[in-house]
C-alpha cells in the first residue's frame, strides 16, 4: 500500500561509498523491502535519506536504472519455482527490449553478480528473476576455476602471494620508519650540542 501523498516524495538511496541516487516512489516501490521501509516510516517532509552498506554507487546505479524502466508498472510477482537451467529469455527484454537489452549488454560478470546480490538483498522480484537466469547462463558448462576467473575470485596461492607481498611492504614500512627515526634522533642530538655550545659560548 502507497503511503499518503507519498508518490510525489523523493528519497535519496546513499551507496556505501557516499553516492547519492534521488528516486520517487514509483521507482522505489520496485523493491520490496524499500517499499515496506518507506511505508512503515513516517517523515517531517524532507527527503528520506535510505543508506546502504553493503551495496556500491557503480551498483546502485544500474539497480535504480533498472527499476526507472519499470517504473509505470506495477512490481513483477515472483515465480514459484525458478528454473535455472531454462533458455527463455528473462521477462524484461520482452517487456522493454531495447533499454534491457543494453541493460543486459553493458554489464561486466562482475557487476552483474553484484547486481544479483543487490537484487536479492532489496527483494526486487523482477530483476532477481532476470540476474538469476542470466547468472545461470553466465557458469553454465563453467568449472570452479573458469568460474572463479570469471567472477575474479581469487584462488588460495593468488591470496598468498598477496599476504606475502603485504607482509614484505609492512617490513620495507617499518624499516624506512625506523630509518626516518634515527634521521631525526640524529639531528636532535646535533641540534642539541650546537645548543650548549652556544650558552659556553655566551657564556
Known amino acids: ?11 535519496a538511496l546513499e551507496s556505501s561509498d557516499g553516492k ?10 520496485q523493491s520490496e523491502t524499500l517499499a515496506d521501509m518507506v511505508n512503515a516510516m513516517r517523515t517531517n517532509g524532507e527527503p528520506m535519506k535510505i543508506p546502504f552498506s553493503n551495496i556500491k554507487g557503480t551498483v546502485l546505479e544500474r539497480i535504480v536504472e533498472f527499476c526507472e524502466i519499470y517504473k509505470a508498472e506495477a512490481p513483477s510477482v515472483p515465480k514459484e519455482s525458478q528454473n535455472f537451467q531454462s533458455q527463455r529469455k528473462p521477462e524484461f527484454c520482452e517487456n522493454s527490449p531495447e533499454k534491457s537489452q543494453e541493460f543486459l549488454e553493458e554489464m561486466s560478470n562482475e557487476m552483474l553478480f553484484d547486481v544479483y546480490m543487490a537484487a536479492n538483498y532489496l527483494h ?3 530483476l532477481l528473476d532476470y540476474a538469476s537466469e542470466a547468472v545461470a547462463e553466465m557458469f553454465r558448462g563453467q568449472s570452479t576455476d573458469e568460474m572463479r576467473e570469471i567472477m575474479g575470485i581469487p584462488t ?13 611492504a609492512r617490513k620495507l614500512e617499518e624499516k624506512i620508519r625506523s630509518q626516518e627515526d634515527q634521521e631525526t634522533r640524529k639531528r636532535r642530538a646535533i641540534e642539541e650540542r650546537r645548543e650548549r655550545l652556544a650558552k659556553r659560548m655566551a657564556n
Not at 547519492?20 to 516501490?29: E, G, P, Q, R, S
Open 20 to 29: 547519492i541516487f534521488h528516486v520517487d516512489y514509483d521507482t522505489l516501490k
Open 156 to 168: 588460495e596461492m593468488e591470496k598468498e602471494t598477496k599476504r606475502k607481498e603485504e607482509r614484505e
Open 124 to 126: 526486487i522480484p523482477r
Open 1 to 11: 500500500m502507497t503511503p499518503k501523498n507519498d508518490t510525489a516524495k523523493i528519497y
